[in-house]
């Protein structure tokens, strides 16, 4: 009995360990975005990204506060949080996906992997399919994720006014720039 | 008995390793700041109607107000239904921080200037955080019209001001509903008997109910609670809609208050509701950003 017993509690331990390295994660991840229009440029950053990056099975998430975004403008902000993305009915932007080529990836070696990025981007309350590529560096026990890809604002059902429309982007970029440090335990 | 024992412990271990394999969007939303962030837009404008709202201008930017208030409607066909007469306050805003707030404004009635500082103490988080945003108000305002000739010049300059001091307490219920109120005290160096009251106290009160994201009903009313002039005047009521189209808002206003200053709208009311001496008018305000933030 004695010697199963510990086994088991062994098991569970490494166990334990594996899933704890396994997982990276921020909460301060860096995601902005630009607006390239012909009336003015509109840019916004938010510091307060949270992220979590599953290196066993290369799940990918990220939750995104969106009134944390901030622009030059103070009432661009305000416009944005409430004609734009109502965030008061949807406080948070998310993104549930996969870094397909997770194991090309080697942590135990300083260096930059080419990698692709698939998942449902979540805006405003509607769903859209991303398919990306981003590099994913390792640099001393840490992750440095960067990636950039488009949205429009139709695709999440962002009306914007005619009165506005050369104010505003047609195609909006965002920038994704997030440093991972190893999780510790099953929280944040 | 031996074997029960496995059985508990293989239980344990596969319970852990589920918790272990949560869903992990679950656990980065449980832990992102969206639940204690800051609310915003409580109001579209400084102004809810006469008077001020809980909303300063960010730092750098500069609001330029006009307000337009036209004889009341029930000055009949003659006067086109007060049309024919106006009373105007020009006034600047302008925002030291995205907090502190300083303004000016020019009245034509009693040919009044007048100069403000707001400052948003408190504001409003998401969730269990800070339920109301405060915002404290102080004015003075001159009166610069020629005292009359049979007067005799027996009038000091201090006898031309008049100042204001308001807790303005404001909470976003949702997206739509935001409510005020708005303790107010005004006083007056110099008033027109010995019957009036130089400190009157106030509570407004009002609020905002979207009707779209651009457009919003607006009511506002200042209870007067200082005894003589609650007999001898009205507390004021405005009604009013905000439009707001980018940098612009506009508020169409109808009130039974004429001025555009505290010192008028709070305690100085004649007009009756019920008589129609309704005052149609507006504000409209446009902002600059002269300088926007360096860093961001």
Redesign the interface.
Known sequence: ?KP??LL?FL??WT??QV?AQARY?T?TGHIWFFSDAPLEDIE??NH?????L?MSSG?L????????F??????M???F???YV?S??Y??A?F?GKVVNIKEVNLQQNAAYKVRVQGVLNIHGRNKDIDTVGVLEVKDGRLLGKSTFSVTPQEFDIRI?R??RN?IARRIDIYVDITYEPLKG??? | M?KR??LI??C??AL??A????D??Q???S?????T??V??TFKATRLANGHSVET???G?LLFLISHRFGTLNSGAYEFFGLDQATIRLGLEY?LT?RLNVGIGRSSLEKTYDGFLKYKLLQQR?GMGMPVTLTLFTSAAIRTLDWPQESGGNFDSKHRFSYTYQALLARKF??RLSLQLSPTLVHRNLVPTRHDDTDVYALGAGGRFKIT??TSFNAEYYYLLSSHTREDFRNALSLGFDIE???HVFQLIFTNAQGMVEKFFVPQNTGYWSDGDIYFGFNISR?F?LK??EK?
């Open positions: 009995m199963l017993l088991l098991l569970l166990q334990a899933l994660a909460k916004a950053h307060k990204v949270v992220s979590i599953d799940e998430v990220f939750s995104v506060p969106m009134n944390e901030q622009f030059r403008k103070k009432l902000q305000t416009h949080n409430e004609n109502e008061d009915k406080p948070k998310s549930k006014p009165l506005v104010n099953n929280s944040l | 031996r024992y496995v412990i293989l344990c271990l852990h390793t918790k272990a394999q949560d992990l969007l656990l980065a939303e832990s992102d700041s969206a639940a962030g800051l915003t837009g201008n960010g730092a930017v925002g995205d998401q949702t997206e994201k651009h189209t980018g940098g902002v950003d926007g933030k961001w």
